[in-house]
């Protein structure tokens, strides 16, 4: 089962979310069960949130690796969304 994790970042934060970059990619890195993920592009050209997609039945594990994540415990989203996703296209 797939699962989109999907984080709107705090205005302003952009340097929380440098500071604190590499250590959120080990944290991606480090989860089999990541299967994409990127951030989203504000129209200044700016990271502005993320998009993780997770292939694991078990949402729990979503919830924990969101909680776990550098991101989060700096502080730097303003919204966080767990969403059951139905791929239609795309392998």
């Known amino acids: 089962m797939l699962h ?4 709107t ?4 934060h952009l340097e ?5 970059r590499e250590a959120h990619l080990a944290h991606l890195k480090a989860d089999p069960h990541v299967i994409q993920a990127g951030p ?16 694991t039945p078990d949402r729990a594990h979503v919830e924990a690796f969101a909680a776990a994540d550098p991101y989060a415990r700096a502080g730097l989203f ?3 969304r767990i969403e059951t996703w139905n791929r239609v296209i795309g392998a």
């Open 40 to 55: 989203f592009i504000n129209a200044a050209g700016e990271m502005s949130g993320s998009l993780i997609i997770f292939d």
């Open 4 to 7: 989109a994790l999907i984080c």
């Open 16 to 20: 929380v979310r440098k500071t604190n």
């Open 9 to 12: 970042d705090k205005p302003d």
């Open 78 to 80: 303003d919204d966080v």
